[in-house]
């Protein structure tokens, strides 16, 4: 049986008020999460309550989370009945696709739209907008009042675009402004009462293009970029040229999922010369079909001086041919197939009456496997073509098979080649009908690699020593038809080639030991770490027992029973430093015949490449070239670029440039001194000054 006790002391009823109230608070915590847990709401601060309306106010780091959107105030009050929150102080609005700091919003959690007071807008694209007054029409979409636009960081903000009114339309990817002012810095520049403001790729003007030069005069260009579809595009450059006139510049892109087209085509009525001179440039690839691809390469000039005159690359002009090709290809798992044409311009050349041609050439590969053999039968169709000289058909087939063999886990392997050649020719002119020729050749090659690894697995050192013996029987081919055979100097690419003739007119008579021997020193710091190669180097020699010509017209050098040493080195002795050096040595005249050398020297943003070259006129056409390029960091956002070239025979600079270069976080200037001597088009020298100033993100006066 328990008693009722009863006190007077004030403390009980103080304890029953303190009971009350937490109840309450208790009561009102449960009451106001289920009513926004049932509307998808997540709400924590240090303050709840809600009050006799149901309407929430939070305060104290008051955060409010509903469908990928977060928002984060001082205080809120969360209306139920209108499903308005209403943020003062701090408040911080972010999704996906922006992050809005202001003094204070209304936000309609429904509709997720809004107002925002004072408001300081971030894109996913990287803008920036500060507005007095933004109107939140949807997640994406935005209108403001007196606004400030950028695309520069917030701290090093180079322009700006200030105006009255702005809608922002990230879907859309633009921002449009009414009444607007761009400014440099502080410095107001341009007024103009319609402003766009493009979030990614749109149509509109780009910024322009200022130079002078001695061919060209002063140039000035104002590109036009045109985009009606996601998938291409058009820019349209006028340049005009003070010694020139006016050219036009078109270029068009295209893609789509089997591939891509470039159309260029600039043009001009050269008021120097008084001629209509042009050129056409296109690229295109595409698949048709998974096995099935069509490519097509067009570069054509109306004139031997036009790349000389209006070239736009920075570097020296030494084309001496321009190429278009057209081919379709294709291919499976164990064939491949090719057709193909193409035409060439010989810029040293008045005209191209003389020009060898390709129209067309049918190509075909196909290889089997039969065990460890390897069988392959190829084939070639060319018809070759000249206005003035020998024209024709050639007909090539080759069947061979390979043996490839290893040992001691691929350390020694050798590698057994022979085959076939037949070659036919149709339908010469010019010159008599030629019989069959048909060459048997024969190879074998093997590589062994010996290494040596120290106890605490840092340096290895590695030497692998490879021999190849070629016998090959072929005709003698002294004034027979040649489309596009040439004799290839020795080097250390073709040392352990065989042939080495170029093209399919001609090929070796052989029976020649060739060998190689490379050596190369590795370190790295710890067992697990990267090794780097310290040295590399090779040197390799051929014996001919044979030692026969089969074209005195093609073959000048002087059959020996040994060639020339050719020898190369690579030296990285420290990180970013390498060392190089390759040539070949004749021991009978006791001279280099060719000889290069070159310094790498690359530290964080520097970088600085020499490379000399050089060929004796006892071997052949003498030459000897200095390169060098080198770029220079002179500050976090300064940089300078060197380039030059010289002929120490001709004993002339070639071609030189330097470039000054700044590159800010929201804008770049460039500028380049240049002097180049164009010899492979015309006998010629321009010299000239370059300037480009961009500014990131900055928009355009119109839009179509």
Not at 67 to 77: F, M, N, P, V, Y
Not at 86 to 98: E, I, K
Not at 437 to 443: E, G, H, K, L, R
Not at 651 to 673: G, M
Request: with cysteine; net charge neutral.
């Amino acid at each position: 049986m328990f008693e009722r006790i009863e006190t007077k002391d004030p403390r009980h009823k103080h304890s029953r008020v303190t009971v009350q109230r937490l109840l309450y608070v208790l009561l009102s915590m449960f009451v106001c999460s289920s009513l926004l847990h049932a509307e998808g709401i997540d709400l924590t601060a240090n303050h709840i309550s809600l009050d006799a309306h149901k309407n929430i106010t939070a305060s104290g780091n008051a955060q409010l989370q509903r469908e990928g959107e977060s928002l984060t105030t001082d205080q809120l009050i969360y209306h139920q009945q209108l499903q308005d929150v209403y943020a003062m102080g701090h408040v911080h609005l972010s999704n996906a696709t922006s992050d809005i700091y202001a003094e204070s919003a209304i936000i309609h959690i429904q509709q997720q739209t809004g107002s925002l007071e004072q408001a300081n807008i971030t894109l996913s694209t990287g803008e920036h907008i500060q507005a007095k007054h933004v109107e939140r029409l949807s997640l994406q979409q935005f209108q403001g009042d007196d606004v400030r636009i950028s695309s520069c960081p917030k701290d090093e903000e180079a322009w700006s675009v200030h105006a009255k009114h702005m809608q922002l339309n990230q879907q859309e990817g633009l921002i449009e402004a009414q009444q607007a002012w761009v400014y440099i810095g502080r410095l107001p520049v341009l007024y103009t009462p319609y402003w766009q403001q493009p979030l990614r790729r749109r149509s509109g003007l780009l910024l322009p293009e200022f130079s002078t030069s001695s061919q060209r005069g002063t140039e000035f260009a104002l590109p036009y970029y045109w985009a009606p579809r996601p998938n291409w595009d058009v820019t349209l450059t006028p340049r005009l040229m003070s010694l020139r006139g006016l050219m036009g510049d078109v270029e068009l892109r295209h893609t789509t999922q089997h591939g891509h087209q470039k159309l260029q085509w600039s043009g001009i009525q050269d008021k120097y010369n008084h001629q209509y001179r042009q050129q056409i440039q296109m690229d295109i690839q595409h698949a048709l079909g998974k096995q099935w691809q069509f490519n097509s390469a067009v570069n054509h000039v109306s004139d031997r001086q036009f790349l000389a005159d209006f070239s736009q690359e920075k570097t020296l002009t030494a084309t001496a041919y321009t190429h278009s090709t057209a081919d379709i290809s294709w291919r499976n798992q164990h064939a491949d197939a090719r057709l193909s044409g193409q035409m060439q311009q010989n810029l040293t050349l008045a005209n191209d009456k003389t020009t060898l041609q390709i129209l067309p050439r049918l190509e075909s590969h196909y290889q089997h496997r039969i065990g460890d053999i390897q069988l392959h039968l190829d084939q070639q169709t060319t018809r070759f073509f000249r206005l003035s000289g020998i024209q024709g058909t050639r007909i090539m087939l080759h069947p061979w098979l390979a043996l490839p063999l290893s040992w001691q886990s691929h350390a020694i392997s050798t590698r057994i080649q022979m085959g076939i050649r037949q070659l036919r020719y149709q339908q010469l002119r010019n010159i008599p009908v030629q019989t069959p020729q048909n060459i048997v050749d024969m190879s074998m090659s093997s590589r062994m690699d010996f290494e040596r690894i120290n106890d605490a697995h840092t340096w290895r050192h590695a030497l692998s020593p490879i021999i190849r013996y070629d016998l090959a029987y072929s005709p003698q081919q002294t004034g027979l038809v040649n489309f596009d055979s040439g004799f290839a100097q020795l080097t250390m690419n073709n040392l352990m080639a065989g042939n080495r003739f170029t093209g399919m007119d001609r090929f070796e008579r052989m029976n020649r030991i060739s060998f190689l021997l490379e050596s190369s020193l590795q370190h790295k710091d710890s067992p697990k770490s990267t090794a780097r190669t310290i040295i590399n180097g090779k040197v390799g020699v051929a014996y001919d027992l044979l030692r026969q010509y089969v074209d005195r017209n093609l073959q000048h050098s002087p059959l020996r029973p040994f060639s020339n040493i050719v020898a190369g080195i690579s030296i990285n002795p420290l990180a970013g430093l390498q060392l190089s050096g390759e040539g070949q040595f004749n021991p009978v005249g006791n001279y280099w015949s060719t000889a290069q050398a070159a310094l790498s020297l690359t530290h964080e943003s520097h970088h600085l490449h020499v490379l000399w070259h050089r060929i004796d006129r006892r071997y052949s056409i003498a030459s000897e070239t200095v390169t060098s390029d080198a770029l220079f960091s002179l500050s976090s956002r300064w940089n300078m670029n060197v380039n030059a070239q010289y002929d120490a025979i001709l004993k002339r600079t070639q071609s030189s440039s330097l470039a000054l270069n700044y590159q800010h976080p929201c804008w770049n200037l460039s500028t380049e001194v240049y002097r180049m001597y164009h010899t492979g088009t015309a006998n010629t020298m321009s010299t000239g000054v370059r300037f480009l100033l961009g500014f990131r993100g900055l928009g355009s006066l119109g839009d179509s």
